[in-house]
């Protein structure tokens, strides 16, 4: 690894060792997201993932492979990575990873299974909006449609998953019609947790762009709240499901299981959303 390459890994792996599989990503396309815009997709060697494995802690229970997209490396490394793993870190029970569904299909449930009994445990997944338009606008590569029938493999692979989900991200006035669809989409299938995103507008990306055009608004902050209401009403999850609004880009932070929690965390935003005036 370059010792300027900015590591990303989700807040809830911030405890967790770190083992770079790729650099860049492979897709680098959607509108709003400037993380790998100047990097260089590559993959990361196998003899210098094997010496850090060498090097690591024997006892390590949980491993998080780096890079935007490690599963584009494809099915028959990845089992050699996994089984590099369990060969170094024989007490290392999870390997989580950040995945695109457009990288997901590449593999078969068959493959899935493989994968999950070396060791995959924890998927974290940019699902972003429930809405094809948006996910066309946005550049996400991928449909409502095919995002559900991945999500389905995985239930079926037994691979445990987090939803990302990204507010504002269909625009102004499209706040409501965004959360009914997005959680309509999630309802078809079984996550582990919803993890929602404020939509952040940064420089060089198309969105961008597309926001000084005027081509794109921006909600307020009253209609994103309004949003993750929204959204939270019409979440039908078919076992309990974790809903986290604790990643900072948020403008609220919740969390709770559902449906238990449901009411409480409704409510707990209705303090926060500004009734109009008539």
């Known amino acids: 690894m370059l010792k300027n390459d900015t590591v990303y890994y989700p807040q809830d792996e911030m405890t967790t060792v770190l083992l770079p599989v790729t650099l860049g990503c492979s897709y680098n396309k959607c ?40 599963l584009s490396i494809g099915f028959d490394k990845m089992k050699k990575l996994l089984d590099m793993i369990h060969k170094y870190l024989p007490y290392c029970a999870c390997v989580a990873s950040y995945a695109s569904i457009k990288n997901i299909v590449k593999y078969t449930i068959e493959e899935l299974s493989i994968l999950h009994d070396a060791g995959l445990r924890l998927l974290y997944i940019g699902f972003e909006t ?5 996910l066309k606008l946005m550049n996400k590569g991928h449909s409502v449609k095919e995002a559900v029938k991945q999500a389905k493999k995985l239930n079926e692979a037994k691979i445990q998953f987090n939803s990302i989900l990204m507010y504002g991200i269909a625009g102004e ?26 939509l952040t507008i940064f420089d060089g990306t198309k969105l961008n762009n597309m926001v000084e055009k005027g081509d794109f608004i ?18 039908e999850p078919k076992q309990p499901m974790i809903f986290d609004t604790t990643h900072p880009t948020n403008i609220i932070k919740l969390k709770g299981t559902l ?14 959303i500004k009734v109009k005036p008539d």
């Open 130 to 134: 429930g809405r094809d338009d948006i």
């Open 259 to 272: 449906p238990q929690d449901k009411d409480r965390l409704i409510n707990e935003i209705a303090n926060y």
């Open 218 to 235: 921006p909600p307020s902050r009253n209609e994103r709240l309004v949003e993750i209401r929204t959204l939270l009403e019409n979440l």
């Open 31 to 70: 509108a709003f997201c400037s993380m790998y815009k100047d990097d260089k997709y590559c993959e990361v060697a196998s003899s210098d993932i094997e010496m850090q494995l060498i090097n690591g802690y024997v006892y390590t229970e949980k491993v998080f492979l780096t890079g935007a997209e490690p």
């Open 173 to 198: 006035g499209e706040s409501i019609d965004n959360a009914v669809l997005t959680a309509n989409m999630i309802n078809q299938f079984k996550t582990k947790k919803v993890i929602t995103m404020n």
